[in-house]
């Protein structure tokens, strides 16, 4: 018979059976499709060498300011940062300052202290000390995270051993909260830590679990506003021409004055005084002295607007003392910003500031619940001002469909903004109104807050049972993988879920956690060009596709943590104090290190590794003790994707494991038993480093779809003379490996129907697959 080719539809396709998908593939990982043939995905290395942060990020922003300097934007569930020139500042917003007598208690020998303070707190928030005296050969002075909590307060770990067992102790110590840490993963077991900051009050022992930690962000110009789920909305101010970023505050703390006005008349110890003109004083703007004489204590906000008042008197929330001819100056942060959102959003194209779930504005009560349906925005351009008046743009809205706003898009001809049942569309149409809002479509989900993206002028995202695709009308996103990726994600943990886009292959990735695992380890693509879907396994929390950036960004990241107790050199099951975010699944080896052991595991289960390898990679198993830091094998990092070939995330180059398998397809028309002799791979390797590069073909014969796969004699890299040779020959592998000058592979393939997979597992190896062809001839029908 003839050679026959063998072609396939490019991407894979798991709504069918095996058989039922003949001429297309039916499992791969860590390949692409492109112009319709598969290839081994590109490789990824740490952006910033050297480089680490605290944490588990879900997103990236990049921009560049005026003045040229390309900075990333990163919130983790403990900080948030500011990637500039390669290295991490830390701009996490300060939660209080507060004033501790005698805080601190030693035991000798150990590095572990004990910190009296009744704020509620949680494990991995980060704290600063200044002002203490020494407590058992220790001062406490510095950064310090907390490890674990205590009766009465909580652990951290000073940088040396105690020299007694003393305290409590320390003196009059200054102590400044930043924000609480939250969760790595949205279902820890219990007593992990705390709520939000405020609940309950500064020091309430409250002691139930956080969110999951979720930041939304956007530049404005240079400068940064971003917002943690269901927390405070955070401005953050760019110094001209410098790499030394300070810490952001809160919206409505931000200093930005609007306008300046002269106080018209004398007053002494009042909540009112006359200004000359009282053009643009709003509600909530916070006042300040600016020249002349006179007193005003901080935090003095407007109560009274004269624009409704009809006057010039200005009634105020604090006693005040002017003198006349005194100037003073009105900031627009002021009291009436939202104290809590839901997710930020900006649109570029109008100059909005927009908060997708809010507390409401009240001219009278500052303190309002949270409201999850309410969409506020700010003023034009004015990212500060959330007073709504006569004069601005700013205003709110209740969209009706739904329990809660989940998320929101800015994209260039409108916001797109989803609840748990419904697509808004918010449109900017000007004052009065300002922005319309439209129901594009009822009874539709998405998976996560950070599962859609804007591509080409159509925005995708994934939903709880679906993909869709918007361009100005909803359709569901036809896919040939549906059943299976939906069937394998962990819908507890789908709030983890990102969507990325990689421009160069014209892919949109979602990053989710598999079924059987607490955080991101799986990948499902779509190629939107060539409207083909193919998935794998790898360990990522957030994507960036940035034009500033050669490559796409991608980020590993688990939260170090530490031992909850004492280990011995044998135990093979060890319990830390947060080991959500630790992988698992997906293959590969996980490996953490304590002191100067590796210790090598299999699973998780809450906070304990399980299946311990104690001694790993040559290292000694030892003892450790209870609050000893426990690292993962890769740091943390931003990795740039498509670079390189191999994996170079870690301090030696490992290979990235890539394997495709078509699905079965008919010997010789299936009728009959056929025997396939030869096979003629097509295969090119360019862009290898390696000096012989190589993939392992397997092909699997099988005689019918619910038979088993037929294995050993069936293929070999044997010769002509061999094949046609009556006498008996050893028994070939299945699996053979397939070079670049590899012309022809003679096997002894029998069966009905049959598949082929394609595997390699060396460092700097690239390949593309063709078209292959088979040599065959009929063989019998039993």
Sequence with gaps: MPIVKVPFTPGINREVTNYAGTGGFYDCNKVR??????????????????????????????????????????????????????????????????????????TSGSNVVTVTDGTAITVGTFISY???????????????????????????????NATSTAGPGGGTVTATYELNAGNSVVSPSSGWGSPPWGYGGWGSAVSVNTPLTLWSQANIGDNLVFANRDGGLYYWNYVANSYSPGVAMTTAATQYTKTTQIVAAAVSSSTTFTIVNSQGVDYGAVITLVSGTGSIPAGTYVRESPVYAGYTTITVSQLVTLGAGAVVSFSYAGQTAPSEVGSVIYSTTNQFTIALGSTPYNPAVFSQAFSPMLVRWSDQSLSYEWTPTTANQSGEQALSVGSYIVTGLSTRQENLIWTDRALYSMQYVGPPYVFSFQLMMDNISIISPNAMISVNGASYWMGVDKFYTYNGTVTPLPSSVRKFVFSNINQNEAYQIVCGQNEQFNEIWWLYPSLNSNVNDSYVIYNYLEQSWYYGTLNRTAWLQSSLQNYPLAVFSVQNSYLSAAINATQTSITLTNAYSYPYTGGGVYVVTIGTEQIAYTGVTSNTL??????????????????????????????????????????????????????????????????????????????????????????????????????????????????????????????????QYTGTIYTRIRGRQMNFYVKSTGTGVQWQMGVNRFDMRPDGRR
Excluded at 82 to 88: D, E, T
Excluded at 131 to 147: L, R
């Design 610 to 739: 399980t299946g311990c390898t104690r001694g790993y990679n040559g290292t000694t198993a030892a003892s450790h003790s209870a609050y000893t830091p426990v690292t993962y094998k890769t740091p943390n990092q931003i990795l740039f994707h498509e670079n390189g070939i191999d994996d170079n995330s870690q301090a030696t180059t490992q290979p990235i494991t890539s394997y495709l398998q078509t699905s079965d397809f008919d010997i010789n028309g299936g009728d009959h038993f056929g025997y396939v002799w030869r096979f003629l791979p097509d295969f090119t390797f360019q862009g290898s480093t390696a000096n012989t590069p190589q993939i392992f073909l397997t092909l699997n014969p099988r005689n019918t779809a619910g038979s088993a796969y037929l294995t050993g004699g069936d293929i070999g890299n044997v010769t002509d003379s061999t094949v046609n040779n009556t006498v008996p020959q050893p028994t070939p592998p299945n699996t053979t490996p397939v070079e």
């Design 33 to 106: 499709f492109r112009s319709g043939t598969p290839e081994k995905i590109g490789g990824w290395a740490n952006a910033f060498p050297g480089n680490t942060f605290s944490g588990v990020a879900r997103t990236l922003l990049n921009w560049e300011t005026s003045a040229g300097f390309n900075l990333i934007a990163m919130g983790t569930n403990q900080k948030y940062y500011i990637n500039a020139g390669g290295a991490f500042y830390d701009i996490t917003p300060v939660a209080k300052t507060g004033t501790l007598t005698n805080p601190f208690s030693t």
């Design 130 to 160: 200044s002002g203490a005296t020494s407590v058992g050969g220790i001062t406490i002075s510095g950064s310090y995270e907390v490890v674990g909590l205590a009766s009465g307060g909580y652990l951290i770990l000073a940088a040396s």
